[in-house]
């Protein structure tokens, strides 16, 4: 059993300014995470050197440790930097265990860390990889903190140790995906000099609404499976878990883990995936509307990530950008386009198309009514009220559920944000958790499967989620077509009242020939749900009780407004 550890105001350690106290648990022991042990040491081969446990020194005395790869023959390199608490030895046997991704442990250099590029590879072709332990994970001193002010601290230093050594041409790049991608943000905005150019490869932005707390429903499973992954230490971690049942609303705490990407002004290569629906698939897209570099591009697909990532084409597209603003070579990146994204079809099916932004200006918007009557989306609202109900007293009884479902005349393609409103009631209850899908039904009335989640073969167009005690909006920075909820109060039913409620479903691009159907699914709990999986995301602490009723019709303008594109 892991026990709490002592608790820690936060201000000191890397986070002044910000008012909450830390909550340490026992580490997990490094030989479960297959750590080799520590051995400082020296050796050349296969045309690189390669440097193990290496110290660096950070701004306050504590030593963090270091794998750095380079090529052997002498000269002044690029760097490349992969930060994130999974191991620097290279984990990569992680990819079997999460199973179908798609991905296999041969496919790896033993060297290479998980979510991490391979030394191999970048060291042939003229570049340095540094893959640290942060502070407090694994060897590295220290206490290990998440996201935190600290950990910003640190790889900024990092990033200033690498550019003023003898062997660095004194340009740093960062590479990766996931946790390796949200330290590029957190660091990015703190602006190094000597950080050159980012790729952050799907990475939350916001860990409040992205990760921790779906529409303001707690999540429960992939947190739990994530914080056992990165608590390999011989200090004390940050209880995660812990921290999330002490901050149930977004306060100092979530705002201390957030980037301010307006900040963030390196050359940056993003790329996002449409499947990654409860975890990167909001944060990343965020990221490139909101950070303020000129020279930035993003790219959008509908693969599983991992088996993205080390595509070789997308390997290549990683070195060519990264030739041009860590080796300063006049490349053909200047002439990308600045979005490139995958219309999807059905599982790894689907046609790329380059646009000139996100979302995009063409767009569309179109509403669709909600008709409780006969369970129907239709462009014109119905005059007469209705009203639909399901039972959410049991969980798993995924019947308990209300659709609603549009038949295409002519096809048609959605890309960028849609927003469901609802008029809704809780009978039995003062609070409701609305869990929202959005499926592709195609012409014969089977359900069209997409990758989803990283490793699993049949998801949704599209999620979202709203704990409707959470409804408030921040009406400066929601627009029409995205809600942005403030979740800073809980605004409970009264008996029999009916509310208004407006629900961010995460992007998506999905193109429906004439015939096939769009489907809402509307429920009390997880309409996706993978309970022997331990990569996947869960919603059991609900606070769904009694019944959900959803008001359509005459007063109750209940709709989903959906992106239509217009042909070219």
Same mark, same amino acid.
């Given at each position: 059993?892991?026990?709490?550890?002592? %608790?820690?105001?936060?201000?000191?350690?890397?986070?002044?300014?910000?008012?909450?106290?830390?909550?340490?648990?026992?580490?997990?022991?490094?030989?479960?995470?297959?750590?080799?042990?520590?051995?400082?040491?020296?050796?050349?081969?296969?045309?690189?050197?390669?440097?193990?446990?290496?110290?660096?020194?950070?701004?306050?005395?504590?030593?963090?440790?270091?794998?750095?790869?380079?090529?052997?023959?002498?000269?002044?390199?690029?760097?490349?930097?992969?930060?994130?608490?999974?191991?620097?030895?290279?984990?990569?046997?992680?990819?079997?265990?999460?199973?179908?991704?798609?991905?296999?442990?041969?496919?790896?250099?033993?060297?290479?860390?998980?979510?991490?590029?391979?030394?191999?590879?970048?060291?042939?072709?003229?570049?340095?990889?540094?893959?640290?332990?942060?502070?407090?994970?694994?060897?590295?001193?220290?206490?290990?903190?998440?996201?935190?002010?600290?950990?910003? %601290?640190?790889?900024?230093?990092?990033?200033?140790?690498?550019?003023?050594?003898?062997?660095?041409?004194?340009?740093?790049?960062?590479?990766?995906?996931?946790?390796?991608?949200?330290?590029?943000?957190?660091?990015? =905005?703190?602006?190094?000099?000597?950080?050159?150019?980012?790729?952050?490869?799907?990475?939350?932005?916001?860990?409040?609404?992205?990760? =921790?707390?779906?529409?303001? *429903?707690? $999540?429960?499973?992939?947190?739990?499976?994530?914080?056992?992954?990165?608590?390999?230490?011989?200090?004390?971690?940050?209880?995660?878990?812990?921290? $999330?049942?002490?901050?149930?609303?977004?306060?100092?705490?979530?705002?201390?883990?957030?980037?301010?990407?307006?900040?963030?002004?390196?050359?940056?290569?993003?790329?996002?995936?449409?499947?990654?629906?409860?975890?990167?698939?909001?944060?990343?897209?965020?990221?490139?509307?909101? *950070?303020?570099?000129? !020279?930035?591009?993003?790219?959008?697909?509908?693969?599983?990530?991992?088996?993205?990532?080390?595509?070789?084409?997308?390997?290549?597209?990683?070195?060519?950008?990264?030739?041009?603003?860590?080796?300063?070579? !006049?490349?053909?990146?200047?002439?990308?386009?600045?979005?490139?994204?995958?219309?999807?079809?059905?599982?790894?099916?689907?046609?790329?198309?380059?646009?000139?932004?996100?979302?995009? =200006?063409?767009?569309?918007?179109?509403?669709?009514?909600?008709? =409780?009557?006969?369970?129907?989306?239709?462009?014109?609202?119905?005059?007469?009220?209705?009203?639909?109900?399901?039972?959410?007293?049991?969980?798993?009884?995924?019947?308990?559920?209300?659709?609603?479902?549009?038949?295409?005349?002519?096809?048609?393609?959605?890309?960028?944000?849609?927003?469901?409103?609802?008029?809704?009631?809780?009978?039995?209850?003062?609070?409701?958790?609305?869990?929202?899908?959005?499926?592709? *039904?195609?012409?014969?009335?089977?359900?069209?499967?997409?990758?989803?989640?990283?490793?699993?073969?049949?998801?949704?167009?599209?999620?979202?989620?709203?704990?409707?005690?959470?409804?408030?909006? !921040? %009406?400066?920075?929601?627009?029409?077509?995205?809600?942005?909820?403030?979740?800073?109060?809980?605004?409970?039913?009264?008996?029999?009242?009916?509310?208004?409620?407006?629900?961010?479903?995460?992007?998506?691009?999905?193109?429906?020939?004439?015939?096939?159907?769009?489907?809402?699914?509307?429920?009390?709990?997880?309409?996706?749900?993978? @309970?022997?999986?331990?990569?996947?995301?869960?919603?059991?602490?609900?606070?769904?009780?009694?019944?959900?009723?959803?008001?359509?019709?005459?007063?109750?303008?209940?709709?989903?407004?959906?992106?239509?594109?217009? @042909?070219?």
């Amino acid at each position: 059993m892991v026990g709490l550890r002592k %608790e820690s105001k936060a201000g000191g350690n890397g986070m002044a300014g910000h008012q909450f106290t830390m909550v340490f648990r026992e580490p997990a022991p490094l030989s479960e995470g297959g750590y080799p042990g520590f051995n400082p040491w020296t050796v050349n081969a296969n045309g690189m050197i390669k440097e193990y446990d290496t110290a660096v020194t950070m701004r306050d005395g504590i030593k963090i440790y270091i794998n750095l790869f380079r090529p052997e023959k002498e000269g002044k390199y690029p760097v490349i930097l992969a930060w994130g608490p999974y191991g620097k030895h290279g984990r990569f046997q992680i990819y079997s265990i999460l199973g179908n991704t798609d991905l296999n442990d041969e496919d790896f250099n033993e060297i290479t860390a998980f979510e991490a590029p391979d030394p191999v590879y970048w060291c042939r072709n003229g570049y340095v990889i540094i893959n640290a332990d942060p502070r407090g994970s694994w060897k590295s001193e220290g206490d290990l903190t998440l996201m935190s002010p600290q950990e910003v %601290e640190d790889c900024y230093d990092l990033i200033e140790w690498a550019g003023t050594r003898s062997w660095s041409n004194g340009k740093v790049g960062m590479l990766g995906v996931s946790y390796l991608a949200w330290t590029q943000w957190k660091v990015a =905005a703190a602006n190094p000099p000597h950080l050159a150019a980012i790729c952050p490869w799907e990475g939350v932005s916001d860990f409040y609404r992205e990760f =921790a707390f779906h529409g303001g *429903i707690p $999540e429960t499973r992939f947190g739990a499976t994530w914080q056992n992954s990165i608590s390999f230490s011989t200090t004390r971690v940050e209880n995660f878990a812990e921290m $999330e049942k002490r901050h149930p609303l977004f306060d100092d705490y979530w705002a201390s883990k957030n980037a301010d990407l307006s900040k963030i002004t390196v050359p940056a290569l993003i790329v996002a995936s449409w499947t990654d629906h409860g975890l990167h698939n909001r944060g990343t897209l965020e990221g490139f509307r909101k *950070i303020a570099s000129r !020279d930035k591009w993003l790219i959008v697909h509908g693969r599983k990530k991992w088996w993205h990532f080390y595509q070789k084409e997308n390997v290549e597209k990683q070195r060519q950008f990264f030739n041009r603003f860590l080796k300063g070579i !006049d490349n053909h990146v200047k002439d990308w386009p600045r979005v490139t994204l995958e219309i999807r079809e059905k599982y790894y099916v689907g046609n790329s198309r380059t646009e000139n932004d996100w979302p995009l =200006a063409r767009t569309r918007y179109t509403k669709l009514f909600l008709n =409780a009557s006969n369970g129907s989306l239709g462009k014109s609202p119905s005059k007469k009220e209705a009203q639909v109900r399901y039972d959410v007293n049991d969980i798993t009884d995924k019947t308990q559920n209300s659709r609603f479902e549009f038949n295409f005349s002519e096809k048609t393609e959605l890309t960028g944000y849609m927003k469901l409103k609802l008029w809704v009631q809780a009978d039995g209850s003062d609070d409701m958790d609305l869990f929202v899908a959005i499926e592709k *039904i195609d012409r014969t009335g089977y359900i069209v499967p997409f990758a989803f989640f990283g490793n699993h073969d049949d998801g949704p167009v599209a999620l979202g989620w709203l704990r409707v005690s959470h409804r408030e909006l !921040d %009406e400066g920075k929601s627009t029409p077509y995205q809600p942005v909820h403030r979740h800073q109060r809980e605004i409970k039913l009264k008996p029999g009242e009916i509310v208004p409620v407006d629900i961010e479903i995460w992007p998506s691009s999905t193109l429906f020939e004439a015939g096939e159907k769009l489907r809402i699914i509307v429920q009390g709990s997880d309409i996706y749900s993978y @309970p022997n999986e331990r990569h996947t995301s869960e919603h059991i602490a609900t606070v769904n009780r009694g019944v959900h009723i959803i008001h359509t019709g005459g007063r109750y303008d209940s709709h989903l407004l959906a992106p239509v594109i217009p @042909p070219d």
